[in-house]
């Protein structure tokens, strides 16, 4: 099993930034992929960016060049940097890893971001 754990959200203006982290817990050995979506009321969950356990990265398009993954594998925590926030940022985030050979998948129990003036 894997637990995880997100910190970091808050209530920023439009144009600051924010960082989360996601710490890891339990069989953190079997983990394979570890990634940030996010829920904005009335709409679907999205993945917004992920990274291998090799460091691969992938980000949604609507953040590209704003955010970043990155991850320290010592800590066995996940950050997300997010740079010139948008409103429409606004939305709990949640981190996800997929583990073991049958990618099982454990979440977070989120943290509320909200980009308003």
């Known amino acids: 099993q894997v637990q995880l754990v997100e910190s970091g959200g808050g209530l920023v203006q439009p144009g600051e930034s924010l960082r989360l982290a996601c710490a890891a817990s339990?069989?953190?050995?079997?983990?394979?992929?570890m990634g940030w979506y996010r829920q904005a009321p009335g709409k679907q969950r999205e993945l917004v960016a992920s990274?291998?356990?090799?460091?691969?990265?992938n980000y949604a398009d609507s953040v590209k060049g704003r955010f970043t993954i990155s991850g320290d594998n010592a800590k066995k925590t996940v950050y997300l940097e997010m740079n010139t926030l948008k409103p429409d940022d606004t939305a709990v985030y949640y981190c996800?890893?997929?583990?073991?050979?049958?990618?099982?998948?454990?979440w977070g129990q989120g943290t509320q971001v909200t980009v308003s003036s």
């Open positions: 339990g069989s953190t050995f079997l983990i394979t992929v």
């Open positions: 990274i291998t356990n090799g460091g691969t990265t």
């Open positions: 996800n890893a997929a583990y073991g050979r049958l990618r099982l998948n454990a």
